[in-house]
């Protein structure tokens, strides 16, 4: 797939690795300058110069922990020097749990407090400061990645549903709010995906959730998890100028998971 991206500017957070660096990489590959914003700061420098040399622009590094809602206002503030304007933002970045796979009952509230921060509130920080611009402007592309966890709930994994889920219905209200201002938002809500963390805890040889891996993806039509750039390229469907008339909508990304699974009789 092959979009004209040229003279875009896209900020992607969560970009230094999996699925956000994908995002990134393709919307530089396909003519965006793009800033990898990441907590990780000298991972995104790695990965920014790779896509600056693998696919020319001029594609920057940016340490941002989504949280700390003065530097990531400071960080647009840098964009918005270096660049002049904002054009497309990724809302990529979150975090879920491993070591608290528990009922509601035992969940720690600590574990919900961290979580939440990252995928909803932190989404919610970066979202607020970047469509400032846009507004003015009068356009801009907002893609939020939200999970199927956010569709269909899942099992001991309450605070990430929650936020999820909240990611979902944020996407919808953004939409409302910011479309007399002449900006698309939209989300995209992946099922599993292939990265190098689910490789070593879900579908590696010696992997520790192997077991459950399997009984999952046996209810996946299409019988595997998605490649990372399989998200990248629903995310850069939605940041095509031509894709001008949906917004609202989270586009689910998941070999049809959530559509429903046979089961033999």
Same mark, same amino acid.
């Given at each position: 797939?092959?979009?004209?991206?040229?003279?875009?500017?896209a900020?992607v957070?969560g970009a230094a690795?999996g699925?956000?660096?994908s995002?990134a990489?393709?919307?530089a590959e396909?003519?965006a300058?793009?800033?990898?914003?990441?907590i990780?700061f000298?991972q995104?420098?790695e990965t920014?110069?790779?896509?600056?040399?693998?696919?020319?622009g001029?594609n920057k590094?940016?340490?941002?922990?989504?949280r700390?809602?003065?530097?990531?206002?400071?960080?647009?503030?840098k964009?918005?020097a270096?660049f002049?304007?904002l054009?497309?933002?990724?809302?990529?970045?979150g975090?879920?749990?491993?070591?608290?796979?528990?009922n509601i009952?035992?969940?720690?509230?600590?574990?919900?407090?961290?979580?939440?921060?990252?995928d909803l509130?932190?989404?919610f920080?970066v979202?607020?400061?970047?469509?400032?611009?846009?507004?003015?402007?009068?356009h801009g592309r907002?893609?939020n990645?939200a999970s199927v $966890? %956010?569709i269909m709930? !899942?099992?001991?994994?309450? +605070?990430?549903?929650? #936020?999820? $889920? %909240?990611v979902?219905? !944020?996407t919808?209200?953004? +939409?409302?709010?910011? #479309?007399?201002? %002449?900006?698309i938002?939209?989300g995209?809500?992946?099922?599993?995906?292939?990265t190098?963390g689910?490789?070593?805890?879900?579908?590696g040889n010696?992997a520790k959730?192997q077991?459950?891996?399997?009984?999952?993806?046996?209810h996946?039509?299409l019988g595997?998890?998605?490649?990372?750039?399989e998200?990248?390229?629903?995310?850069?469907?939605l940041?095509?100028?031509e894709t001008?008339?949906?917004t609202g909508?989270?586009l689910?990304?998941d070999g049809?998971w959530?559509?429903?699974?046979?089961?033999?009789?």
């Amino acid at each position: 797939m092959k979009v004209d991206l040229t003279g875009k500017v896209a900020l992607v957070t969560g970009a230094a690795r999996g699925i956000g660096k994908s995002i990134a990489n393709t919307l530089a590959e396909n003519g965006a300058d793009v800033v990898f914003a990441d907590i990780d700061f000298e991972q995104a420098e790695e990965t920014a110069l790779e896509a600056n040399q693998t696919y020319g622009g001029n594609n920057k590094s940016l340490q941002m922990d989504v949280r700390d809602s003065d530097q990531v206002e400071l960080s647009i503030e840098k964009i918005l020097a270096d660049f002049g304007h904002l054009d497309i933002l990724v809302n990529n970045a979150g975090v879920n749990t491993l070591a608290h796979r528990v009922n509601i009952d035992q969940f720690p509230l600590e574990e919900w407090n961290r979580i939440l921060d990252v995928d909803l509130t932190g989404l919610f920080i970066v979202s607020q400061f970047a469509s400032r611009p846009m507004i003015e402007q009068k356009h801009g592309r907002i893609i939020n990645i939200a999970s199927v $966890a %956010g569709i269909m709930p !899942l099992r001991l994994q309450c +605070a990430f549903v929650a #936020a999820k $889920a %909240g990611v979902v219905n !944020l996407t919808k209200a953004m +939409a409302i709010e910011l #479309a007399s201002s %002449g900006i698309i938002v939209n989300g995209i809500a992946p099922g599993s995906v292939l990265t190098e963390g689910t490789k070593e805890l879900f579908y590696g040889n010696d992997a520790k959730f192997q077991e459950s891996m399997r009984n999952m993806l046996s209810h996946v039509p299409l019988g595997r998890p998605a490649e990372t750039e399989e998200i990248a390229h629903a995310a850069l469907f939605l940041a095509d100028p031509e894709t001008s008339y949906i917004t609202g909508h989270v586009l689910v990304v998941d070999g049809g998971w959530t559509a429903g699974y046979i089961r033999d009789f």
